[in-house]
C-alpha cells in the first residue's frame, strides 16, 4: 500500500489542525494505522494510532486529550484532528500502516511496513 500525507501548515499556538493520509494500492482497512512525527534534531516518535476498523485506538501521553485520530475505510484516508496545538508539537509527521496488532503493540513503529512521506506542521509561539 501506498501512503500520501498532506494538510501540513503554519499554525499559531492554540490553534488546530487537521492532516490526512490517502491509501492506494490495496484494501485499507486490512491495515492498523498510525501517525508518527520527527522534531528537528530528534528521533522519530509515536503520536497516535487506529485499529483496522477505528474502534481501538492509542495516543502519546503527550498529545491525549488535543489530537484525535480517525479513519474513513472508504475514503481509504486516516485523519489526525490536532487541536491546542504547542510549538513542541513542531515536526514533519508521517503516517504509518500495517497488520493488524495488539492495541499494546500499536505504537512501535516496528508494527509498520508502509510510509508516507511526510507533512511539516509548524506551530508558532
Known amino acids: 500500500v501506498q501512503l500520501q500525507a498532506s494538510g501540513g501548515g503554519l499554525v499559531q499556538a492554540g490553534g488546530a489542525l487537521r492532516v490526512s493520509c490517502t491509501a492506494s494500492?490495496?484494501?485499507?482497512?486490512?491495515?492498523?494505522v498510525a501517525w508518527f512525527r520527527q522534531a528537528p534534531g530528534k528521533v522519530r516518535e509515536f503520536v497516535a494510532a487506529?485499529?483496522?476498523?477505528?474502534?481501538?485506538?492509542r495516543y502519546a501521553d503527550s498529545v491525549k486529550g488535543r489530537f484525535t485520530i480517525s479513519r474513513d475505510n472508504a475514503k481509504n484516508t486516516v485523519y489526525l484532528q490536532m487541536d491546542n496545538l504547542r510549538p513542541e508539537d513542531t515536526a514533519v509527521y508521517y503516517c504509518?500502516?500495517?497488520?493488524?496488532?495488539?492495541?499494546?503493540?500499536?505504537?512501535?513503529?516496528?508494527?509498520?511496513?508502509?510510509w508516507g512521506q511526510g507533512t511539516l506542521v509548524t506551530v508558532s509561539s
Open positions: 494500492g490495496d484494501r485499507f482497512s486490512r491495515y492498523a
Open positions: 504509518a500502516a500495517g497488520p493488524p496488532v495488539i492495541q499494546s503493540s500499536l505504537a512501535s513503529q516496528d508494527a509498520y511496513y508502509h
Open positions: 487506529s485499529g483496522r476498523y477505528g474502534s481501538s485506538t
